[in-house]
């Protein structure tokens, strides 16, 4: 067979099996079946380089980590999405709608068609093909530009680097990427085993990896992706979006495929209150709904507000509860010295995970929900991911039941705490707390500080427990004999695993030790931990900005902060 006839054949065989293993989920052929296609596309393509072109599925993974990434305009606006929490406020939402269209004016009142679509937790892409090629990728960003993350994209197997029978031109098309559950736990029981401290919750994995400048890396995370919109759509195409999710599919685009067409309010009731309950199986995190209107022409009559389209609202789902003892309140002592209080609860599952500890913030919460030691409690995910204490059960306090007192010393160096008046803080001032050091030395081996691989959190607190490092510079005298004696641990499958670290990853250990003395200096900075000195230089420019808009993302995780909008869908 002439080679490049084998060559177009091949490529059209691996891109039908990624997309029944990746998009799919229902694979044809065995993995090592489709090695041995991989290795006869690579095999010919360096046989012949004038052949190899960008959309082969050999050109995936980039050859080198990039410097960094550009930001990119995005073609039009990624507008975030009004939220509704309830279903009094799905049905005014309808109401609007139907108002809108003059529906209620209508003998017997209209109902509308709505197109529901799972809410993928992820990070939202902006992907670009021209002539059917794969030629951008480029994050939210503030929904007027983003990051361009093209190189990353293109490892995402989900996603073809070639559209199957689009039209010529460029075209933009819209979507969320993700890590399926089955692979976070698989990322996080990696990074225990080399000590590095596991992701919260998979759209923080997704995030994290989406920003790594390795595309390598990227790859082996195997990150999912769905695809929801097609932007600037030309008039008269199609009248509705579930024919343009029915095209996006015919591309071979991943559409996420339990989104349904629902006529009027009671059959998108139906579907949400189904899907709050089925989503435990999925294989990816979803916190709601994203409900939109399926007439194309309906969306334009409707239009936008300065924030939101009004054709289109994201249902979140309620918050998952459990009820479980609070079995005790402890303190916590950080870096800085701050002293936070945590709940130790009774482990009960919840979402699909175990709790067993939740922070408790401050001495005001706990006095303001009036928490002690062995009440009955009710706990929640917020955002169905971070576990926290909503209220005790009166009812089942025990009687003789006493109100929590802060500690006034530390418990793990026994010095004073101190508050300033104008803190909500208690602080240890005691330089030489070990809880103080070992979170401190946990800070200065971090990734974005002196990004000591291996420095994980147990061999921290032997390096401290001792004697052998009482400061940051005392991991400078180490040497790979005296570590050789310790131990790392980990957990796994519900189980604490030991090992001893032995003479080959002690002298690793050392080397990343060495390594770290050429770093910047500002990694140095960041890494001793001034108090507020941070990672980077505040300015009057794009990074003040930037810096402006984390904090008040960060806001609104306090209590009493607004909660995050959703991105629209």
């Known amino acids: 067979m002439d080679p490049l006839d084998r060559i177009n054949q091949l490529r059209d065989q691996i891109r039908h099996h990624e997309e029944r293993y990746y998009v799919l989920s229902d694979p044809e052929i065995t993995d090592d079946v489709f090695d041995r296609l991989v290795r006869e596309l690579e095999a010919l393509e360096r046989a012949h380089p004038d052949l190899v072109t960008p959309d082969s599925p050999t050109q995936r993974v980039a050859g080198r980590p990039v410097d960094g990434f550009a930001t990119a305009e995005h073609l039009a606006p990624m507008l975030s999405l009004d939220n509704a929490y309830n279903e009094d406020e799905l049905r005014a939402f309808d109401e609007r709608v139907r108002k809108g269209a003059g529906a209620e004016s209508l003998p017997g009142g209209a109902q509308i068609d709505y197109v529901a679509e799972l809410k993928i937790d992820g990070l939202s892409i902006a992907l670009t093909y021209v002539d059917g090629v794969l030629v951008r990728g480029v994050t939210r960003g503030d929904g007027a530009r983003g990051e361009n993350v093209t190189s990353n994209v293109r490892v995402i197997r989900a996603l073809p680097l070639r559209l199957h029978g689009a039209p010529a031109g460029a075209i933009e098309v819209r979507g969320e990427i993700y890590l399926p559950r089955r692979a976070f736990d698989r990322v996080n029981r990696e990074r225990e085993d080399t000590e590095e401290t596991p992701f919260s919750n998979p759209r923080n994995a997704a995030a994290g990896t989406m920003r790594n400048l390795n595309p390598a890396q990227v790859a082996r995370r195997g990150l999912g992706a769905f695809v929801y919109q097609l932007v600037e759509e030309q008039s008269g195409e199609r009248a509705r979006h579930s024919e343009t999710l029915d095209l996006l599919r015919q591309w071979r685009l991943p559409v996420e495929p339990h989104w349904a067409r629902c006529t009027g309010i009671d059959a998108l009731l139906t579907f949400c209150r189904g899907w709050q309950e089925e989503r435990q199986g999925l294989d990816f995190d979803t916190d709601g709904v994203v409900i939109k209107v399926d007439n194309l022409a309906l969306r334009e009559r409707l239009g ?65 929900r009036d928490l ?40 793990f160096c ?156």
Not at 323 to 340: D, F, Q, Y
Not at 347 to 365: D, K, M, Y
């Open 372 to 411: 002690r030691d062995g009440d009955t409690v009710i706990i929640e995910k917020g955002g169905d991911v971070i576990p926290k204490v909503v209220k005790p059960i009166l009812g089942k306090r025990p009687a003789d039941s006493q109100p929590w007192v802060m500690p006034s010393t530390c418990p």
């Open 304 to 368: 936008v507000t300065s924030k939101f389209p009004r054709w289109a609202l994201a249902f979140k789902f309620p918050a998952q509860q459990a009820t479980t003892l609070l079995r005790k309140i402890e303190v916590n002592v950080g870096r800085t010295g701050a002293v936070t209080p945590f709940a130790v609860l009774e482990p009960v599952r919840l979402g699909g995970s175990t709790i067993s500890l939740a922070t408790l913030h401050n001495e005001q919460e706990i006095a303001r």
């Open 414 to 569: 026994r010095s004073t705490l101190e508050k300033p008046d104008e803190e909500v803080v208690w602080r240890c001032a005691n330089s030489s707390c070990p809880a103080k050091i070992r979170r401190g030395l946990e800070h200065f081996a971090g990734r974005r500080a002196m990004n000591i691989e291996g420095l994980g959190e147990s061999l921290v607190d032997q390096l401290v427990t001792t004697g052998m490092v009482r400061d940051f510079s005392d991991l400078y005298h180490l040497d790979a004999q005296s570590l050789a004696g310790l131990t790392s641990v980990s957990i796994r499958e519900g189980k604490e695993l030991t090992r001893r670290l032995g003479d080959k990853s002690a002298a690793k250990l050392m080397d990343q030790i060495v390594r770290s003395k050429s770093n910047d200096f500002w990694r140095v900075i960041f890494g001793i931990g001034i108090r507020h000195v941070g990672e980077r230089l505040r300015d009057t420019g794009r990074a003040a900005r930037r810096n402006r808009r984390v904090s008040r993302h960060r806001g609104r995780h306090r209590p009493g902060g607004r909660a995050r909008r959703a991105r629209i869908s």
